[in-house]
């Protein structure tokens, strides 16, 4: 069972990923974005650590939403309110339960997910986020560590696909040939979760 | 590349105490960003609030005053600002005839504003949203982002910050900015990249004997890339661009805008090309401005931007207004 504290563990592993992999997200995000995905995620996540010692929730739903919302107020851009209702709404979808499974992590992070590809509009294929996110929950039944390996092939396969959500969008046909930074962060964060895990 | 800054974590909030001491007519909440007008709330009138990523100076918080903005929150550099600061600001602003989000359509300003809109209305504030969308060199269609929003914030900002002033109830405020985006197309081209302070390098590579066509307010680009063009070359292009998606049927405001390293001189002598093809293609000016209002940091290169405008629509461009960026007849 999945305790307050995993959800902990996820969180900070996430940012310590996000803050080491800082560079290379932003160089990313620099031919088909404005160069700041590494930076924008940097701050959101440190100020999540932060809250989270803060204020101490003690079940999973309440790590992750309280973590969501705090994305939601310190990232803006798209990636504040894409990753803090994905955690946000995960959190809600587990409910106020001290100790959860991995089936029922599963099926609220599909409902996370599902509540990104509402506000963002995006569908896999469109190279964005949740070209990672997909494959990652639906490989989340067999293990973390497939999650994880799902993830990271999703944001490979960005790579040939053309922008059809987000800034990237405007460059048409020459957002071809870059990996999305959005789908690159969302495999950093299943890696995180893998990490949380011990897988 | 140098910038007159200390480090680049700070630059937002030294710009916002820096403008705290340049406008005594303004409220201006470092830690929280938002600026407000200093008489706000004003009776029976409805609050006008926009905002955006920072980097576009004077929008949107140099038009914060009697005549056009309520309050304007600034985001880090080309980010959107949060939920939370809209919040507050429509909270700062509300006399409770109501508030207008003026957003400019990006993923990260849409999505923002709508939770916001979401959270000030649970907090019973009355909160309508007008998206501009003015870009010309976008495709908008299902398979992008959509037309982005450029110069038409200023003739939006402008337009319904004066209806506003007037005591014109939300609904009709809300109807005249509509009809201001809608009626309103811009062109941009980008002679040389810009710099943001957190990279320090260029966004973007844009060879020297090149200038890109369509180019965004982030230095996204646009349609395509050429080899140099004269002034009279790239007046032709933009407008042409423009009259290809506006019937121009009414007289027209014209936004000359400079993208942050351009010099006014050679601004001037853009217009002077830009009036010229405006005059062989049988476009009526009611009234032009010239200078830098929707800026990119510092990226070389200008804007245009066409209003067609009824009788109302000009007379409220003519009302009076007092900014930090636009001022005239007060």
């Given at each position: 069972m999945l305790d307050a504290d995993f959800f902990r563990r996820w969180m900070t592993a996430t940012a310590a990923a996000v803050e080491r992999e800082a560079e290379r997200l932003t160089a990313l995000d620099s031919p088909?974005?404005?160069?700041?995905?590494?930076?924008?995620?940097?701050?959101?996540?440190?100020?999540?650590?932060?809250?989270?010692?803060?204020?101490?929730?003690?079940?999973?739903?309440?790590?992750?939403?309280?973590?969501?919302?705090?994305?939601?107020?310190?990232?803006?851009?798209?990636?504040?309110?894409?990753?803090?209702?994905?955690?946000?709404?995960?959190?809600?979808?587990?409910?106020?339960?001290?100790?959860?499974?991995?089936?029922?992590?599963?099926?609220?992070?599909?409902?996370?997910?599902?509540?990104?590809?509402q506000l963002g509009g995006a569908a896999p294929g469109d190279k964005t986020m949740v070209d990672a996110l997909v494959p990652a929950v639906d490989a989340l039944g067999e293990s973390f560590a497939a999650a994880r390996a799902a993830a990271e092939e999703g944001a490979g396969a960005t790579t040939p696909l053309q922008a059809r959500k987000g800034r990237a969008s405007y460059l048409g046909e020459r957002s071809i040939g870059h990996q999305d930074p959005g789908a690159t962060s969302s495999a950093l964060l299943m890696a995180a979760l893998a990490e949380a895990a011990g897988e | 590349m140098k910038m007159l800054i200390n480090v680049a974590e700070t630059v937002i909030a030294d710009a916002l105490r820096g403008m705290a001491a340049a406008h005594p007519e303004l409220t201006v909440d470092v830690e929280n960003r938002v600026i407000v007008r200093r008489d706000a709330p004003v009776a029976g009138k409805v609050g006008l609030v926009s905002g955006g990523g920072s980097g576009h100076e004077p929008l949107h918080g140099g038009f914060v005053g009697p005549g056009m903005l309520s309050a304007a929150c600034p985001g880090e550099v080309f980010t959107s600002p949060v939920p939370d600061q809209m919040v507050r600001a429509a909270a700062a602003v509300d006399s409770g005839a109501g508030v207008l989000f003026i957003v400019k359509n990006y993923t990260g300003d849409v999505l923002n504003f709508d939770m916001a809109q979401e959270l000030a209305e649970d907090e019973g504030i009355r909160v309508a949203k007008v998206l501009v969308n003015d870009d010309v060199a976008v495709t908008d269609s299902l398979y992008t982002a959509g037309r982005r929003g450029t110069g038409a914030t200023l003739f939006v900002e402008k337009i319904a910050g004066a209806a506003a002033e007037e005591g014109r109830p939300l609904e009709r405020v809300e109807a005249l900015a509509r009809q201001v985006n809608e009626s309103s197309r811009s062109f941009g081209v980008a002679l040389a990249p810009c710099t943001t302070p957190a990279k320090g390098?260029?966004?973007?590579?844009?060879?020297?004997?090149?200038?890109?066509?369509?180019?965004?307010?982030?230095?996204?680009?646009?349609?395509?890339?050429?080899?140099?063009?004269?002034?009279?070359?790239?007046?032709?292009?933009?407008?042409?661009?423009?009259?290809?998606?506006?019937?121009?049927?009414?007289?027209?405001?014209?936004?000359?805008?400079?993208?942050?390293?351009?010099?006014?001189?050679?601004?001037?002598?853009?217009?002077?090309?830009?009036?010229?093809?405006?005059?062989?293609?049988?476009?009526?000016?009611?009234?032009?401005?010239?200078?830098?209002?929707?800026?990119?940091?510092?990226?070389?290169?200008?804007?245009?931007?066409?209003?067609?405008?009824?009788?109302?629509?000009?007379?409220?461009?003519?009302?009076?207004?007092?900014?930090?960026?636009?001022?005239?007849?007060?």
């Amino acid at each position: 069972m999945l305790d307050a504290d995993f959800f902990r563990r996820w969180m900070t592993a996430t940012a310590a990923a996000v803050e080491r992999e800082a560079e290379r997200l932003t160089a990313l995000d620099s031919p088909i974005g404005d160069a700041d995905h590494g930076s924008n995620l940097q701050r959101g996540f440190t100020a999540v650590t932060a809250i989270l010692e803060k204020e101490a929730p003690d079940t999973p739903g309440g790590v992750l939403t309280l973590a969501g919302r705090q994305l939601i107020s310190t990232v803006g851009g798209a990636s504040g309110p894409l990753y803090g209702t994905l955690l946000r709404r995960t959190g809600k979808a587990l409910g106020e339960a001290p100790e959860v499974g991995v089936p029922e992590l599963a099926e609220a992070l599909r409902t996370g997910v599902d509540a990104v590809m509402q506000l963002g509009g995006a569908a896999p294929g469109d190279k964005t986020m949740v070209d990672a996110l997909v494959p990652a929950v639906d490989a989340l039944g067999e293990s973390f560590a497939a999650a994880r390996a799902a993830a990271e092939e999703g944001a490979g396969a960005t790579t040939p696909l053309q922008a059809r959500k987000g800034r990237a969008s405007y460059l048409g046909e020459r957002s071809i040939g870059h990996q999305d930074p959005g789908a690159t962060s969302s495999a950093l964060l299943m890696a995180a979760l893998a990490e949380a895990a011990g897988e | 590349m140098k910038m007159l800054i200390n480090v680049a974590e700070t630059v937002i909030a030294d710009a916002l105490r820096g403008m705290a001491a340049a406008h005594p007519e303004l409220t201006v909440d470092v830690e929280n960003r938002v600026i407000v007008r200093r008489d706000a709330p004003v009776a029976g009138k409805v609050g006008l609030v926009s905002g955006g990523g920072s980097g576009h100076e004077p929008l949107h918080g140099g038009f914060v005053g009697p005549g056009m903005l309520s309050a304007a929150c600034p985001g880090e550099v080309f980010t959107s600002p949060v939920p939370d600061q809209m919040v507050r600001a429509a909270a700062a602003v509300d006399s409770g005839a109501g508030v207008l989000f003026i957003v400019k359509n990006y993923t990260g300003d849409v999505l923002n504003f709508d939770m916001a809109q979401e959270l000030a209305e649970d907090e019973g504030i009355r909160v309508a949203k007008v998206l501009v969308n003015d870009d010309v060199a976008v495709t908008d269609s299902l398979y992008t982002a959509g037309r982005r929003g450029t110069g038409a914030t200023l003739f939006v900002e402008k337009i319904a910050g004066a209806a506003a002033e007037e005591g014109r109830p939300l609904e009709r405020v809300e109807a005249l900015a509509r009809q201001v985006n809608e009626s309103s197309r811009s062109f941009g081209v980008a002679l040389a990249p810009c710099t943001t302070p957190a990279k320090g390098s260029p966004t973007f590579e844009l060879p020297p004997g090149e200038l890109e066509l369509g180019v965004g307010i982030h230095g996204e680009p646009g349609r395509e890339r050429r080899a140099m063009m004269t002034s009279r070359e790239i007046a032709d292009f933009s407008v042409d661009a423009i009259l290809e998606d506006l019937d121009p049927r009414d007289p027209v405001l014209v936004l000359v805008n400079g993208m942050g390293a351009t010099p006014l001189l050679e601004l001037y002598g853009f217009n002077a090309e830009v009036q010229r093809v405006l005059g062989e293609r049988g476009v009526p000016v009611a009234r032009t401005l010239v200078g830098n209002y929707v800026t990119s940091l510092d990226m070389a290169g200008a804007s245009v931007t066409l209003c067609r405008v009824d009788e109302e629509l000009l007379r409220l461009w003519d009302a009076p207004v007092s900014t930090a960026g636009l001022r005239w007849g007060m």
